[in-house]
């Protein structure tokens, strides 16, 4: 070697070691100026709204806060995968999070399918879990230390629809059920809070998913008189039944769960005008994209992802991700996953986009217990009542 | 409630009975159920929803569109996938429907699906429910049920009156002596495909405004038409229409009288009941005896 070339080699030898001297961080996806969030959920097929929607409304949060300096002064870098909304890929979407992109939390889980699938890797992995979407109570009850959900779970919801029958003064409550295994699991919830509040319901009636016709549902429970019914099913057998009772002259106080809270698409599914006049259905979020208090955000929305449509799923992603950006600053400057399982154990962040606080305790990592109710007045969705199981 | 529960099983009926005599023309022109009749109704569906919703054509020029559409979709999967194999044997003809499915499915799915959601189908005519007698019905379950009842007139008329329906008749029949009398087997197989392919189109977009619209809609409504078809005779048109409606009837009123929790399963229970008790059918003749 040369003396040239041997002065050179110092240079690059040292300028090849500042990266690992800045990386220089005890706990994995962390280093001096950045942490790695990995982000789970679908890219790609139908359940692309709840997996890519929240994570591009998640990402306006991070990028401001980025902008603004980072969080202690680390940055958020972001590395999605894709679970297609499949238990399978699921499974190698979270490896590839854990093992390749090494990130320090995740924040996704949309479908709740997939993210079963997904939920004994994460689990093994300890790697703290932030669930933005899914809704399934088996991934958050039991309580497992590092995995938390800041969406309304299952049971949650099938509380909130009682809950709120019963604050509209409904005196014979029915409900009406697909009974698959996302309808069973709330099914089963809802009959176990008709116990605990010493009532039964009127009407107990099934629907299949892919109904063509709810005739004789709707008659069956207008002929069991109920004066509210809880549909616990999915859009398309919730537009038969809806187009079905307004057919008969059958108008009961309607409460859905947020598998039904598109109205504008669901109005056009039913096709029935006036049908859905008493129709309530539950949402994550107190604010419609188009609210005047959401006005902040679209104009970022706007910034980031020009040409395109705010959703609620978005606003979805930026009320979980304020969540991340809190229990990250709480943590402190000397992160570790220790220190923001810890944030998130004692988080209580009033949210301005969801209806209520987001709350966590040891013991209780369904973070979220607040449901808004909406309703569609002149054609728009509007939220016209919140419930809250909060203790 | 009676009345309510005969009105709605008579437009499932209906429903049922036009993909059943899609299911039976095929079946007695080649010996095969295809099983990809579901996705020809999904489709037929699709493309009244191209024309009436996508490009905005009047319902009615929309429907007929769709039927030429899928008439000869129907005819280009005969071609493509079916005749190659028709001398292969059952079980390919079988496999092949099989795989014809999964491709409609999935190119409905690349073309009109993406976001999961039911497309939502406009009426021939929106606005309020309407009464009859002491029944109130919604509009396009009036168009259905006239619609559907046209077309079987029209598919009877056709088998019964035309040479070409005789033909197919012949062939039905005998093949093999229909072949010795020189009628053109392979091109009546041909147009039967895509004559099966055109009810289930007329059927997908007369029924669409009720049921929606999605890329999975197909499975669903071939266990229907099969269980009518089997209960009226996977080899008798009239019983096809009979099997459809009749399945449509017992879903509504096993769903009113004894239980919404039985709707789902009556279709199954009465394919059973037919291949136990009934195996060629109300409609489908006594069992032939080979000498």
Not at chain 2, 141 to 169: N, P
Not at chain 2, 225 to 239: Q, R, T
Request: hydrophobic share 50%; net charge positive; proline share 5%.
């Amino acid at each position: 070697m040369t003396r040239f070339s041997r002065l050179a080699v110092v240079p690059l030898l040292l300028s090849m070691s500042l990266p690992f001297a800045t990386a220089a961080h005890a706990e994995t996806g962390v280093t001096d100026t950045t942490v790695r969030i990995g982000q789970l959920g679908a890219l790609t097929g139908p359940g692309y709204f709840t997996g890519k929607l929240v994570m591009d409304g998640a990402d306006i949060v991070y990028k401001e806060v980025n902008k603004a300096g980072g969080v202690n002064g680390r940055k958020v870098e972001m590395v999605r995968q894709d679970d297609r909304c499949d238990p399978a890929a699921a499974i190698g979407a979270a490896k590839k999070l854990i093992f390749d992109d090494k990130v320090f939390i995740i924040h996704g889980g949309g479908c709740s399918n997939a993210s079963i699938g997904a939920f004994p890797e994460i689990k093994e992995s300890k790697v703290p879990w932030v669930i933005f979407a899914s809704v399934a109570d088996s991934l958050t009850s039991p309580t497992t230390p590092d995995i938390f959900t800041t969406a309304l779970t299952a049971s949650i919801e099938s509380a909130s629809q009682l809950e709120f029958a019963l604050s509209k003064g409904a005196k014979r409550i029915a409900i009406i059920s697909t009974r698959d295994a996302w309808g069973r699991a709330r099914y089963e919830a809802l009959m176990e809070d008709f116990k605990k509040k010493g009532i039964a319901p009127v009407a107990d009636e099934e629907i299949g998913a892919e109904a063509n016709d709810a005739t004789p549902q709707a008659l069956r429970l207008q002929q069991a008189k109920a004066d509210a019914v809880l549909l616990v099913t999915f859009p398309k057998a919730g537009a038969a039944l809806l187009r079905d009772a307004a057919k008969i002259g059958y108008k009961p106080i309607l409460i859905g769960t947020t598998a039904m809270g598109d109205l504008p698409v669901l109005a056009k599914q039913v096709g029935s005008p006036g049908a859905l006049d008493s129709m309530y259905a539950i949402s994550h979020v107190r604010y419609m994209p188009e609210d005047k208090e959401m006005a902040d955000w679209r104009r970022l929305f706007t910034q980031y992802y020009p040409g395109e449509t705010m959703s609620i799923y978005h606003l979805l992603g930026i009320a979980s991700a304020q969540v991340v950006v809190e229990a990250l600053n709480q943590a402190g400057k000397d992160l570790t996953r220790a220190s923001f399982v810890k944030a998130m154990d004692k988080i209580d962040f009033k949210s301005t986009i969801y209806p209520g606080a987001i709350a966590c305790t040891v013991t209780d990592h369904q973070c979220h217990k607040h449901a808004a109710f909406v309703q569609l007045v002149d054609g728009r969705i509007s939220t016209v009542a919140t419930t809250s199981l909060a203790k | 409630m009676f009345a309510y529960l005969l009105a709605s099983g008579l437009t499932l009926g209906a429903l049922y009975a036009l993909a059943a005599v899609g299911l039976v023309i095929v079946v007695k022109a080649t010996s095969v159920v295809n099983l990809a009749q579901g996705e020809m109704f999904m489709f037929g569906g699709f493309f009244g929803f191209l024309f009436h919703v996508q490009l905005g054509l009047p319902y009615v020029p929309s429907l007929l569109l769709a039927v030429a559409a899928a008439f000869l979709m129907g005819g280009v999967v005969y071609r493509a996938a079916f005749r190659p194999l028709m001398k292969s044997g059952l079980v390919s003809v079988l496999l092949a429907s099989i795989a014809i499915s999964f491709i409609l499915k999935g190119v409905a799915r690349a073309i009109w699906g993406g976001v999961g959601d039911y497309v939502p189908f406009p009426p021939m005519f929106s606005g309020p429910p309407v009464q009859l007698g002491g029944v109130i019905v919604l509009p396009q379950q009036l168009v259905v049920l006239a619609s559907s009842l046209a077309l079987l007139i029209g598919f009877a008329s056709f088998f019964r009156f035309t040479e070409t329906g005789k033909w197919m008749q012949a062939m039905a029949d005998n093949a093999k002596a229909a072949t010795l009398v020189g009628i053109p087997i392979d091109r009546l197989q041909h147009l039967t495909f895509a004559l099966s392919a055109g009810a289930a189109g007329a059927a997908a977009v007369l029924m669409a405004p009720l049921t929606q619209l999605y890329p999975d809609i197909g499975f669903g409504i071939f266990v229907k038409a099969f269980a009518g078809a089997a209960l009226g005779g996977l080899s008798s048109l009239p019983g096809a229409v009979l099997g459809g409606f009749l399945v449509g009837l017992i879903e509504s009123f096993v769903a009113g009288y004894v239980g919404s929790k039985y709707q789902d399963v009556s279709a199954f229970v009465v394919i059973m009941f037919a291949l136990l008790f009934l195996p060629r059918g109300i409609m489908g003749g006594a069992a032939m005896r080979k000498i």
